[in-house]
């Protein structure tokens, strides 16, 4: 059976009769939402969780004769407060999404390319999974199993099943995840500071004086849930300053919307710095104070009177400071701070002087209650990290990390281990986990450092490149699960020649992205929120909570498996028929249900018995036992309730005790010092000869303070005069929303945006300049590619930074996403063709914000 590229939806859809057609009754989900309707239906409420960010938010849904209805916020989650934000609702257009890949699909067309009909035709998961697995065991069978390449994107806290144990057991070392095209650079500029390689939780119900970094908290952020809840008390109690290119949702509703120049962060933190050592507002109580004093003792803790030798242009001794939780300030300001005031700052970051001053004079003021709230948006960048490190200095300079009202170190809350899967590993797994990975991490242009090991960060956009180059080897397999990096990486051409190249290429997606067109065998999961076993874990409002994900409904599509556990055990039994039964062995008899005893038999019960064994601590009372948090009782009681609440996080519980290598809040990094010389060595080089191979401008003691880096950008400027920057959609459930009409209809949530079309939001001057008018068509180009879309003059930017919202120009993805999925038309234009592929070289991010990228516009049809 030979199907078009034009029919391969529908046939999709018929999957050789074995699912019945979900939409043959009139389902409009929204709609049938009203309280009212519901009391006059028979229904139920199930606990589940969403993953359309990384809030990773409990809900509840509602499902009537057997069909999801509505979705709202867990009222049993104290992080969240029962709130939810609008991606949530999309969800359930997602998992009623005609588009959705129902059954197992195989190409018939060798050709790979962009437009190039894959002649997709239905097949059963017999054999989908019978040639996955012959596959795999060829590599294996000829000592080549490191050849195989598995790739995660979005996934639950059970994901290590499908990208990480099954890979490992059959000898690869390659199975990567998503994050350096996320925020590691975020999390490195944290860990560089305060030794803590993660995100921050915000408190801000106290919270005084709220400095945004390119934070949108109440349309895109990990806490979008508790920053709606608490945005009204906030707005009441707080004054809030936002520092971003793009006037956003979260700067309507600010007292104060600054529009940096991007990639200048660093500039203006390090101007704020100073301007708060000069007038002597640092914290006396966290950082310390000068040793001549005189001291006081009082309700705000040590504070010396009359002796600050901060002033402009002069070194200060460093043997006069004495600290308390802190350390290296002095140096810092010798290094950094001491010439570079908000003079010196205005032209570089385009905002005046006395603005600086006054924003360093107000959160000064506030000082412990004060909260500087860095996100991707700031970092990100080719040299990122330490103007980031800057922004986050700031919350140690004025004492409030971990103060009432600042950014804190989240609660602990445990969960169950996996089994020990090395028993179960041949020769030759214990062999192949030791080669190179395929991703660039192990030379010396990358430090590629994740919580202060080095090498053992993913360099996730790096991988194209390999597969191109075939170095260190040839890739021969390929195996992705919700990765689309043909759309979704910086560069994205790249990835469509890569995925062309590789012989055989596996995707697991919900529906038919630019990734999936280039595959050989397509597989369909289950709705995680709706059909899934698993567990999410965040942090919100200073409470860590674990949330259940279980099945509200039976699949709407009967041949989908979850991804994370069904697939993969399917393929272990697979692989076992064909004599390789390592996987198999460890899945059937290492897990064993903790409430019953019981041992998996097939593979809904290992889905629920793997998601019963890492939450286990949470519902069996052992969490209660340590003073963590909710004593649930039972498995039963945690699928009912749907979510584990810690105990509040406890304020200024790692002072004096930080995760830094003194144990301190480090202005001056010995941690990131200690991890650079000791790559250094390794090389037999010097730390500055890393920092040039880096692309960083500092060198010596700069290397490990806060410090303002030049930007880097793509284009010539007189070629390419204006700056380009992008922000993510409100409404953009991890990228896969494009192919909703829901999406498409109130595009216009994003501040500048119009529904259903993609517009570059130009400044009104530079529009005049141009000669253009709103939706005029126009070709926006760079070093790396061009978009044609319309042109929207917009107040929200500033002359010579032009604006895109990510989530258009999809080519593939489903009959709405793209404009004619049949002929590869996208719908608008993919930034991803516009950014190059550049990195932030010590964290391995991929850099996407800060203005990489220059850009040239030409109107289209004169």
Known sequence: MQVTRRSFLKASALGLGAAALADSTPFVPLAAADESHQKNLAGKWTASSCQGCTSFCPVKVWTQDGRVVRVKGNPNCTATHGRMCPKTSLAIDQLYDPDRIKVPMKRTNPQKGRGIDPGFVPITWDEALDTIAAKWLELHDNNESHKVVFMKGRASETGDILSHFLPALMGTPNYFGH??????????????????????????????????WSSDPIASNRQQPNAINRWGQVMDDARIVVIDPRFSATAAKADLWVPIIPGTDGALAVAIAHEILVSGKWSREFVGGFKDGPWNLDESGYYDKKVNLFKKGEEVDEERFEYRNASGLVRWWNLELKDKDAAWAEPICGIAAADIKKIATDFAKYGQNACSWVSPGTTNQVRGVYGAMAAEALNGLVGSFEHEGGAQHPASVSVGPFPDHRPYRDKLAKTFEKKPQCDGRHTKEFLASKDGGIDNQVLTNRIADVILSEDPYEIKMLITKYCNFAYSAMGCQRWEQAMAKVPFYACITMNPSESAQFADIVLPPKHHMFENWGYVKNYQDMVTYVSIEQPVIDPVWPDTKTDETEMAWCIAEKLAEKGFDKVYKYFSTAFVDPETGNQPTDEKSFSEIVTKIRTAPCWNGANASKGQGDDLGS??????????????????????????????????????????????????????????????QARG?????????????????????????????????EGRSANLPLYQEFKDVDPGDVPWDDVLKINPQDMEKLGLKDGDTIKVSSVQGSNTVHAKGWEGTRPGVVMKTYGQGHWAFGHVAAADYAQATPRGGNNNELIPADYDHLSGQSAFHGGLTRVKIEKVGE
Request: glycine share 6%; hydrophobic share 30%; net charge negative.
């Open 635 to 696: 498995w039963r009681n945690f699928c009912s309730k749907g979510v584990f609440n810690s105990n509040a996080a406890k304020f200024k519980k790692d002072w004096g005790k930080f995760g830094t290598k003194t144990g301190t809040y480090e202005f001056y990094s010995e941690t990131l010092k200690a991890v650079l010389e000791k790559e250094a060595w390794s090389y037999t080089t010097t730390v500055d000869d890393l920092m040039e191979t880096y692309n960083y």
């Open 179 to 212: 994050s350096t095209i996320c925020a590691e650079e975020e999390k490195f500029a944290s860990w560089a500071v305060n030794g803590l390689f993660s995100y921050r939780d915000y408190d801000l119900s106290h919270c005084k004086y709220l400095l945004l």
């Open 701 to 733: 003691g700069l290397a490990f303070v806060p410090h303002y880096e030049e930007p880097v950008r793509h284009g010539d400027p007189e070629e390419y005069p204006f700056i380009f920057t992008q922000n993510r959609s409100r409404l953009n459930r």
